[in-house]
Nanobody
Framework: QVQLVESGGGLVQAGGSLRLSCAAS????????MGWFRQAPGKEREFVSA????????LYKASVKGRFTISRDNAKNTVYLQMNSLKPEDTAVYYC????????????????WGQGTQVTVSS
């Protein structure tokens, strides 16, 4: 089993930036695909972004495309989410995920999850 630990969340004003990190350990063969999901209060968890092992294939939720950038450092077993031009509607708990599949229009349910990190964007 793979363990995922997120960091980098916090409070930021609208228009600001944050970078989330997710470090994987354990069965890292499960981290071929990694990504980020988020859950706002009273809402269901939703997909944000995903990246494949080589980093040459990514997928983004439409509302974050152009503002968020996912990347990874396989030597460090770490995936990142750079979030720019943050909006109050980006406020949520952000979860790192691994061991799932995605195409340009589809993603499966991840098998591994981190504990989540809170991102709060004030207006």
């Amino acid at each position: 089993q793979v363990q995922l630990v997120e960091s980098g969340g916090g409070l930021v004003q609208a228009g600001g930036s944050l970078r989330l990190s997710c470090a994987a350990s354990g069965r890292t063969k499960s981290t071929y695909t990694m990504g980020w999901f988020r859950q706002a209060p009273g809402k269901e968890r939703e997909f944000v972004s995903a990246i494949n092992w080589s980093g040459d294939s990514t997928l983004y939720k439409a509302s974050v495309k152009g503002r968020f950038t996912i990347s990874r450092d396989n030597a460090k077993n770490t995936v990142y989410l750079q979030m720019n031009s943050l909006k109050p509607e980006d406020t949520a708990v952000y979860y790192c995920a691994a061991d799932f599949a995605f195409t340009n229009s589809y993603y499966s349910s991840p098998s591994s999850w981190g504990q989540g990190t809170q991102v709060t964007v004030s207006s």
